[in-house]
């Protein structure tokens, strides 16, 4: 939705060179930061072309299906690559920014479309993943209201993006995203998928409490974004319906998870294995235990 009307119209309809490099005095941006290089721009612009291509390809093209799924992994290990490239001396705040950019281009390729009509499991835990560490990411960068000025009603959009994609993969797979059994990757696929996000919340923090955790965090995030733009009010609100089903599940595994087991609860009554009961009742004294 964020790349319809950028990428609207065919690159053949744009005849404009790519940007060249060029050095610029050093001078203070906005934010007090001095910078001397058009870098970032130039990178994005890289980005973006890549958005292009593979945007009118799977949306602006027929509706045939792809004779060789092997084309999105491509595409998506060149994304990879090109952050693989980004230089160390970019502040951190682009760097954010081309993440979260990098894991939504991620995540919407690799969703169902006419021309990639089915997901593999493997794909299913790719979106899985991505679409947490983005949602995670992006709950930090607006609570803690760090380099406001980048961020737009677009990325209200991009976090109800992400999250109808991570409560959908929940909805379709369920058992097998919250085991953490790791699946194959598609048979077909020559081009080595990039590697899945750091975890974080180390390996004891199971699927089944992130996926909460996101999505209760995906929830606080739209009503942050609530208090700039209005329209994100109503992101909230269709968020709050169509996660609703998955979020009251969930809850109930948790709560069934954490209930004590029969075994527990008899462990109190353990103290009466071996003991004669008709001796105790006759009371005379055969109430120890057997030997």
Not at 34 to 45: G, I, V
Not at 214 to 227: N, Q
Not at 235 to 253: A, N
Request: aromatic letters at 10%; glycine letters at 6%; hydrophobic letters at 40%.
């Amino acid at each position: 939705m964020v790349l319809t009307r950028a990428f609207s119209f065919t690159d053949a309809a744009v005849n404009v060179g790519f940007p060249r490099p060029f050095i610029i005095q050093p001078q203070a941006s906005i934010t007090g930061q001095y910078l001397s290089s058009c870098e970032p721009a130039l990178l994005l612009f890289q980005l973006r072309r890549a958005q292009s291509h593979w945007y009118q390809l799977l949306t602006q093209s027929d509706s045939t299906p792809l004779p060789n799924p092997d084309f999105i992994w491509q595409i998506v290990r060149q994304m990879q690559e090109w952050a693989e490239r980004l230089p160390n001396t970019l502040p951190i705040s682009v760097r954010e920014l081309f993440d979260l950019e990098l894991r939504y281009s991620f995540v919407y390729c690799m969703s169902p479309s006419a021309k990639l009509p089915a997901l593999t499991d493997y794909a299913r835990l790719f979106i899985f993943e991505h679409a947490i560490a983005y949602l995670d990411h992006i709950y930090d960068i607006a609570h803690s209201r760090r380099n406001i000025g980048l961020y737009s009603y677009h990325d209200a959009l991009r976090v109800f993006f992400m999250a109808s994609q991570f409560v959908a993969v929940l909805r379709d797979a369920e058992e097998l995203l919250l085991s953490g059994i790791m699946p194959q990757p598609p048979p077909y696929s020559t081009t080595m998928p990039p590697p899945l996000p750091r975890r974080m919340g180390g390996p004891g923090f199971d699927n089944l409490e992130r996926s909460l955790g996101c999505l209760e965090r995906t929830a606080s995030t739209l009503a942050r974004y609530g208090e700039r733009w209005d329209d994100s009010v109503s992101l909230r609100r269709t968020f709050d319906i169509i996660s609703q089903d998955v979020v009251d599940r969930l809850r109930m595994r948790r709560q069934i998870k954490h209930q004590p087991s029969p075994l527990q609860n008899m462990q109190g009554d353990m103290r009466w294995v071996g003991v004669d009961v008709e001796a105790m009742m006759r009371g005379n004294g055969g109430g120890g235990p057997r030997t």
